[in-house]
T-cell receptor
Framework: GQNIDQPTEMTATEGAIVQINCTYQ??????LFWYQQHAGEAPTFLSY??LDGLEEKGRFSSFLSRSKGYSYLLLKELQMKDSASYLC???????????WGAGTKLIIKP | DAEITQSPRHKITETGRQVTLACHQT?????MFWYRQDLGHGLRLIHY???????NKGEVSDGYSVSRSNTEDLPLTLESAASSQTSVYFC????????????FGPGTRLTVL
């Protein structure tokens, strides 16, 4: 079956850096997405990786290694507003469907 | 600005009743999706559509149905609501070009008593 694993919860300090990992075992791969979801709200798109390497977008970066089935989301200069759940999702083929991890709840402490 | 809306935002119903959740998008997206989100689970796909008159079952489709009569709307119907269908429901849409990221509606919190 298809499987995506993320840590359930992480805690970090305001101003610090945190790395959220995602590993996947899927029958195909056509891209990996990261979404942010604040409590009680809808997920919002953060980043997309389809080739190996690092994609940087402001304070957020996302890395992909297809050979290892591994991605991470790196958040720098953490702010209290970054307290949210971070969802990893894989597109297995060109049919637009996504397989979702259960999400990582990130708690930021002052 | 383009958007995706859901209604109602909150719904309480009784076991056995038929319930319809609305989803409307103005992105002009071909692809639309319905998910449910429960604690401890990722988003789970209920049904999806790639265009008008096209509908497909997702991994948790039992007890749910959808219809797509136009580009903008994909209503989700619970034929006979069950307590196991108490959840938060999200509708999403995506286009055909570029990254194809999914845009989500604000969600509907459904409670089945």
């Amino acid at each position: 079956g298809q499987n995506i694993d993320q840590p359930t919860e992480m805690t970090a300090t305001e101003g610090a850096i945190v790395q959220i990992n995602c590993t996947y075992q899927t029958s195909g791969f056509n891209g990996l997405f990261w979404y942010q979801q604040h409590a009680g709200e809808a997920p919002t798109f953060l980043s997309y990786n389809v080739l190996d390497g690092l994609e940087e977008k402001g304070r957020f970066s996302s890395f992909l290694s297809r050979s290892k089935g591994y991605s991470y989301l790196l958040l720098k200069e953490l702010q209290m507003k970054d307290s949210a759940s971070y969802l990893c999702a894989v597109n297995m083929d060109s049919n637009y469907q996504l397989i979702w991890g259960a999400g990582t709840k990130l708690i930021i402490k002052p | 600005d383009a958007e995706i809306t859901q209604s109602p935002r909150h719904k309480i119903t009784e076991t056995g009743r038929q319930v319809t959740l609305a989803c409307h998008q103005t992105w002009n997206h071909n692809n639309m999706f319905w998910y449910r989100q429960d604690l401890g689970h990722g988003l789970r796909l209920i049904h999806y559509s790639y265009g008008v008159q096209d509908t497909n079952k997702g991994e948790v489709s039992d007890g749910y149905s959808v219809s797509r009569s136009n580009t903008e709307d994909l209503p989700l119907t619970l034929e006979s609501a069950a307590s196991s269908q108490t959840s938060v429901y999200f509708c999403a849409s995506s286009g055909l070009a570029g990254v194809n990221e999914q845009f989500f509606g604000p969600g509907t919190r459904l409670t089945v008593l």
